[in-house]
């Protein structure tokens, strides 16, 4: 049971918009900032929002992200068939002094 | 170009030891907090052990005990001392920088397996 939850799985068709939420609580989500990463199958995870809704350089546009009281969500726009991926938020946690992770979201491009 | 290498996964009985490295290049090493990341088979991704420039160290609740991390900066390594190693440990562990943007880039990741 993971301290931040994320559905386990969602789809979309290419170019539709799709989103993925991430619950957590006062001392995670609620009071600090939220990290989304990507991971392609069989590769390592790859940073892909910071801040809350921060993209880093080569990161495209079509990814966003938004926080909003104890939950975050990460947008996908223009979906295309290489945003098939897991993908998992992330936020410090102050009451466990530690980095927490949610379950992860399987995006199944239709 | 900035590059995480990480060794010494392998298999170990249930009780056992091992001990990871990951070896840095491409950015001031020192000047950076380091981070072990696991990744069970199937399964998503759980923060186990991170160290602050200053040599402060924090981890996972399940780990703490049992796991030690450290660096040495003049090597530019990052290391996880895992001791009494159970089968929940069995994963995939990744070194990862971290700074105010998050975890980024992560290594390829070594390969524990406790099994007997």
């Known amino acids: 049971q993971s301290v931040l939850t994320q559905p386990p799985s969602a789809s979309g068709t290419p170019g539709q918009r799709v989103t993925i939420s991430c619950s957590g609580s006062t001392s995670n989500i609620g009071s600090k900032s939220v990290y989304w990463y990507q991971q392609l199958p069989g590769t390592a995870p790859k940073l892909l929002i910071y801040n809350n809704n921060q993209r880093p350089s080569g990161v495209p546009d079509r990814f966003s992200g938004s926080k909003s009281g104890t939950s975050a969500s990460l947008a996908i726009t223009g979906l295309r068939s290489e945003d098939e991926a897991d993908y998992y938020c992330a936020a410090w946690d102050a009451s466990l002094s530690g980095w927490v992770f949610g379950g992860g979201t399987k995006l199944t491009v239709l | 170009e900035v590059q995480l290498v990480e060794s010494g996964g392998g298999l170990v009985q249930p009780g056992g030891s091992l001990r990871l490295s990951c070896a840095a290049s491409g950015f001031t090493f020192s000047t950076y907090d380091m981070h072990w990341v696991r990744q069970a088979t199937g399964k998503g991704l759980e923060w186990v052990s991170g160290i602050g420039t200053g040599g402060e160290t924090y981890y996972l609740g399940s780990v703490k005990g049992r796991f030690t991390i450290s660096r040495q900066n003049a090597k530019n390594s990052l290391y996880l001392q895992m001791n009494s190693l159970r089968a929940g440990d069995t994963a995939v562990y990744y070194c990862?920088?971290?700074?105010?943007?998050?975890?980024?880039?992560w290594g390829q990741g070594t390969l524990v397996t406790v099994s007997s």
């Open positions: 990862a920088r971290g700074d105010s943007i998050g975890f980024a880039p």
